[in-house]
């Protein structure tokens, strides 16, 4: 099992928002914002995922638009790394590399500044959620193509059954909640 600690206070699943039908029937959205509001809770989710970077050395943390930024770039400053966003089509101002992929409800492009990883930089990969792994999948394709070495994978949630781990196959994931994918 790929969950990794077990000795915090709270059950974050407890503090996760879920509401059905959206974006579309029949899906439940695992909604992470409940936690970023709580104070104690987002500290837990941040003490938990850094857990699972314990003794490696990361040089950046990539974080995908937009609840990404949020989870990555704390990460980032309890690592001691540098944080680098990917986002949507011309969001970003200077030369970009982009990576076109499917994800649940649709397909999705997203880029990354040309210059924000050297190569041999070590990173890490980090967003709130995994369902299809489409958007983390292409984040890691793009850190790969600077030069990067992705050598951890981490989310908030992962909803399980939804082919999202299995699509980023040798990579280090790890999540810290497990919901079942509806």
């Known amino acids: 099992k790929d969950s990794f600690r077990e000795d915090f206070d709270m059950d974050l699943r407890d503090k996760v928002r879920s509401i059905k039908d959206f974006p579309k029937e029949g899906i439940i959205f695992r909604d992470v914002t409940t936690i970023f509001k709580d104070p104690e809770a987002f500290h837990q989710l941040m003490d938990e995922m850094a857990a699972t970077l314990e003794g490696q050395k990361i040089d950046v943390v990539i974080g995908p638009e937009a ?92 909803l399980e059954g939804m082919g999202g781990r299995e699509k980023l196959g040798d990579y280090d994931v790890k999540s810290v909640m497990m919901f079942a994918g509806d």
């Open 67 to 158: 609840r990404g930024f949020t989870v990555a770039s704390v990460l980032a400053y309890m690592l001691h790394a540098g944080f680098v966003p990917v986002r949507k089509p011309g969001k970003l101002p200077a030369e970009t590399l982009s990576y076109s992929y499917d994800l649940e409800y649709g397909s999705d492009t997203i880029e990354i500044h040309k210059d924000a990883i050297r190569p041999g930089m070590k990173v890490a990969v980090v967003d709130d959620l995994l369902a299809t792994g489409g958007t983390a999948y292409a984040a890691c394709k793009l850190a790969e193509q600077l030069g990067g070495e992705v050598v951890a994978v981490r989310f908030a949630i992962e």
